[in-house]
């Protein structure tokens, strides 16, 4: 079954930049082989598969994944990750709603205030050794790809949600310059 996220109608710049990083953030995840959703943009937002059920952590088959996921929530200025925000299908946790990510509902203010400390308050049941397999994963890719799949995630949402030129420029230098330093201190933002 597929369930709708419609797009918010209340600031239309924020709401925009909320679609483009839930977006980006499930073909980046998915791009590293994290428990992301496969997202799809239409018209009234974005379509995904239905999560009927809250997060067991002994009834999944991929805790290992979840744990190795933390890194990538702190790569992505994720200051929304909660424990309502993994639900399950089928035996298999995912971590959804990637909404507050990179510049999204953040004044640039607050972002120069956490950009080098630790900002998801859920450690996603985490440990060390698994932080740090996540820290690899997030090694693994290139930040040249990274640019390109911004750039074509936000090129795609502003086809059908067309933000002014410096709205489209903010999001997209200040995402990217977010990822770039968040990769490069994100072996130490484990607490």
Known sequence: MKFIKKKKNDDEVHSVYEIV????SSRLGIALGLPVLELKLVGEGLEMEYLPDSLEVNKISNLKQLQVSLPFEEWLLNIDLKEDHVRAKDGKGYIIDHGHTLLSWKPLYYVMQIIDKPVTRFKLWSDKE???EGV????SIDCHSVKVLLNETLDEVHNFYPLNND???DFMEISYKILQHR???IKNLFI
């Open 21 to 24: 990083s839930e977006l980006f």
């Open 130 to 132: 698994s932080f740090y």
């Open 136 to 139: 690899e994963i997030i090694n």
């Open 167 to 169: 709205a489209y420029k």
């Open 183 to 185: 990769k490069k201190i």
